[in-house]
């Protein structure tokens, strides 16, 4: 998790990342330089230009072990102003190329509650466009309409054999007969959840979010944008002289057409035996693919993410709170507000005092329209802009409730909060039901996350305890649906004891 000053881009920022505030002996900090720079990179047969970090794509993995301080400093080659960065970047589509893993090792000497892998692979997905991602948005905002689709998904930045002139572009796993990997599953994607599968092998869900959960094994799993999972996969005991499709498939409760429905390809294959330095692919061997689920397979959504249990029994947080036309364009609002973006950053204008024409504080805390929301909608549909927070006093328990519409029809929502985990403790279908509802609640050993899908046609609760002051954004991981307003954020106020209160912004801070 990182924090962005919401300043403008040319110039060069320090930030320091993932601030442990319990510090080992044993403990290190390490120094990462980002440079933000332009680097022309060649998928599907076209080259375009990109915002990249270090000249790579995706951008380098921070690594760290648990306990480390992590001390990133980023500077801007980019000539043109192209927004305030962090991992991954948050401002308009960029982060379709500028991101990155981060991987958090756990402390010496501190083993993981599963057989140790004889080896870790990140595997990243994401999304490429041949035209500039920048120009796509843009011309979706000035239309009032939805933005083109992806021409690719991609595993590590390559697209794969599955799409044309990109054989040569696809990410291969070599393995060893009967050793276990772990695989390091981040979905970057810009707008679409995936389904992924390994031909042929079954994979073991160790931890989502970086949380331990209860390990359960599937033949497919679905991960959302901004999700992270964890899987095992242990190789076959024997050389199976096959080779295997790893393919992730997009998940839509909308119609075809108005998303990427493709299928991105890596590729795991076995080492062969007295032969480990070999590198070539062997072509001869046949292929097989995995069976994916159909792309609206709402049902297998539900059974998988029914599945996630949090491996410990944690102390769950108590108490409540509660296509466009003519002249219209596509909006996206939580509680019937848009949150537009100001030009002023928000934790700055927060912790000088200084509001007045940048925020309010009066965020609804229930719907100002209500209606029957898994229904027929409502004629009047309009929603309101404006820049809102809700606040919250120090250690407060919240208790959130997020109930997906239908309007423009039934989607799911991943649901992404800066600055905390939170326990899931409900889901369902149709509307919240506030009076039997809860008694359903997991409060016994429910999945900790940082991003969570809101059902299509359903809702999700969860329980946080705001015990960490500052401004937090709260915002669907769709990039289209930030783009269109659904996003809000939170306002924990300091609390009474020095370490409760909002540190100040370092005294280097670029006057950008």
Not at 379 to 384: C, I, L, P, R
Not at 396 to 420: A, C, K, R
Not at 487 to 500: E, F, H, I, T, Y
Request: with cysteine; net charge positive.
């Amino acid at each position: 998790m990182a924090i962005s000053s919401g300043l403008p881009a040319p110039c060069s920022l320090l930030m320091a990342t993932l601030l442990l505030l319990i510090v080992q002996a044993q403990s290190v900090t390490r120094h990462y330089n980002f440079n933000v720079q332009m680097a022309n990179v060649t998928r599907l047969c076209g080259t375009k230009s990109i915002v990249t970090v270090n000249g790579e794509y995706p951008g380098p993995t921070l690594l760290a072990r648990e306990g480390d301080r992590v001390v990133v400093r980023v500077t801007n080659r980019v000539a043109h102003n192209r927004g305030t960065l962090w991992w991954h970047a948050h401002i308009s589509w960029l982060r379709a190329t500028v991101y990155g893993a981060i991987i958090i090792l756990p402390k010496h000497g501190v083993p993981y509650p599963f057989v140790a892998p004889h080896k870790e692979v990140p595997v990243v997905f994401g999304e490429w466009w041949k035209a500039d991602t920048e120009a796509v948005v843009r011309q979706a905002l000035r239309t009032g309409g939805a933005p083109n689709i992806s021409d690719a998904f991609t595993i590590n930045g390559l697209p794969g054999p599955l799409y044309n002139c990109s054989a040569k572009d696809t990410f291969k796993l070599k393995v060893e007969p009967g050793k276990t990997y772990m695989l390091r599953l981040i979905n970057a994607a810009l707008s679409d959840e995936l389904f992924f599968s390994v031909a042929n092998h079954r994979l073991t869900v160790v931890e989502v979010d970086a949380v331990y959960v209860k390990p359960f094994t599937v033949k497919t799993l679905i991960i959302s944008p901004g999700q992270t999972t964890n899987v095992l996969l242990t190789a076959k005991p024997f050389h199976p002289k096959a080779n295997f499709y790893m393919s992730a498939a997009p998940y839509s409760t909308i119609r075809p057409g108005t998303f990427d429905n493709s299928t991105v390809a890596g590729i795991l294959e076995y080492q062969k035996p007295g032969s480990p330095s070999v590198p070539s692919f062997d072509k001869d061997l046949p292929l097989f693919k995995p069976a994916l689920p159909r792309f609206n397979d709402t049902g297998f959504v539900t059974n998988f993410t029914s599945k996630l249990r949090s491996l410990a029994t944690p102390p769950v947080p108590g108490g409540r709170a509660t296509g466009p036309t003519n002249k219209t364009q596509f909006a996206a609002a939580m509680n019937n507000v848009s949150l537009v973006l100001p030009s002023t950053a928000l934790l700055q204008s927060h912790f000088t005092g200084v509001s007045r024409g940048v925020y309010g504080s009066n965020f609804p805390v229930t719907p100002l329209l209500k209606f029957n929301y898994t229904g027929a909608p409502p004629n009047n549909t309009n929603v309101a802009k404006g820049t809102k927070l809700l606040v919250l006093p120090f250690n407060t328990s919240v208790e959130l409730v997020m109930q997906d519409t239908s309007i423009l029809g039934f989607e799911s929502h991943p649901l992404h909060l800066h600055g905390f985990n939170f326990f899931v403790v409900g889901q369902g279908f149709g509307n919240y039901d506030a009076v039997n509802d809860p008694a359903k609640f997991n409060l016994v050993d429910p999945v900790e996350r940082n991003t969570v899908g809101v059902p299509a046609g359903g809702w999700v609760a969860i329980r946080f305890l705001a015990d960490n002051p500052g401004v937090w954004f709260m915002h669907c991981h769709l990039e289209v649906h930030t783009t269109w307003g659904l996003r809000m954020a939170w306002l924990v106020l300091d609390g009474s004891l020095p370490n409760q209160k909002l540190l100040p912004p370092p005294a280097d801070l670029p006057k950008c």
